[in-house]
DNA sequence: GTTAATTAGGATAAAAATGTCTTATTTTGT
DNA sequence: ACAAAATAAGACATTTTTATCCTAATTAAC
């Protein structure tokens, strides 16, 4: 469903979110620690992440990344996705045919169709600073225990 | 969201369903040709199928691959799914976690659960010989024109 | 029986995804 | 200034997925 890269990406954001609660910033080896993840290549997602605008960096001592102000309110999972690996996940069909659509359905369209709709909109109604504040009350979680 | 080889997989049945509408077998290359993939990949994807019990093979001249009378009234798309990648599309956590659940949830686990029971009802409810009809009347595809 | 057509299976190859390592650059703290 | 800590970037390595090729085995047609 999502790629590897794509759930080090949402989680590292979400991690991010929640420090930016507190107006923290974390370093990559805090970051792969919170999310379950090879230090190495979440730094890796992580520059994709700043490259898209999503996270910003600062290097140095105490350096790190951390999520702007005026970015995190309006923060979805929709962007993150779409910036890791486009949007083929809410757009293409799902059996791959170029031209699939209502007029030229592939065997899976007419139920598909519907779902993937449900997809995008999920992905577009997850706030990350909602998300960021359910990690803080425990609703919801990074990592396995 | 599902792999090529799944893809071919589907595809590939659904052809040979429609052939065993007309009590027919086929071989590697037509079905290849019929659903716009590589041959020699194709045939591994039906050995795959084989193995699994859903379609049938025979060797030698005038040989090639068919779906067994008997199997075809129930066979689903879920089948086909499971037998080439597993359940792991219509159990796993979306991000990954070992243990999500209700009591136990990744961020994305309340939104993302009944899509993932929307996905796994699709595939259900999504009969082989169903499709193969409507592939005769031409009211789906499996190819792009 | 011999030949041709076909699947089975194994080896190999290429491409993509995942992951690691090393060096350069930047910044802070001393 | 210097050392330490951190990200950036590129090279490299591994694993998985996708794809190809070759040989053996089997079957039908002649």
């Known amino acids: ?4 890269t794509c759930e080090y990406a949402i989680k590292a954001t979400l ?10 910033r974390a370093n990559v080896k805090t970051i792969a620690k919170a999310i379950d993840s090879p230090d190495a290549f979440t730094a890796k997602v992580l520059q994709q992440l700043v490259k898209h605008g999503i996270v910003t960096s600062v290097k140095g001592t105490n350096g790190g990344f951390f999520i702007e102000p005026q970015t995190l ?34 065997p899976m369209h007419d139920k598909y169709a519907p779902i993937r709709d449900n997809i995008l909109n999920m ?4 706030l990350v600073n909602d998300l960021a504040t359910q990690l ?9 225990k």
């Open 73 to 106: 309110p309006n923060l979805t999972l929709l962007q993150i996705v779409v910036a890791i690996e486009g949007d083929g996940l809410v757009k293409d069909c799902v059996l791959g045919l170029k031209n699939c659509s209502n007029v030229n359905p592939c």
């Open 123 to 126: 992905l577009q109604s997850l």
């Open 136 to 144: 803080e009350q425990n609703m919801i979680f990074l990592k396995s």
């Open 15 to 24: 991690y991010l979110a929640q420090k930016a609660h507190q107006s923290e």
């Open 1 to 4: 469903m999502l790629s590897k």
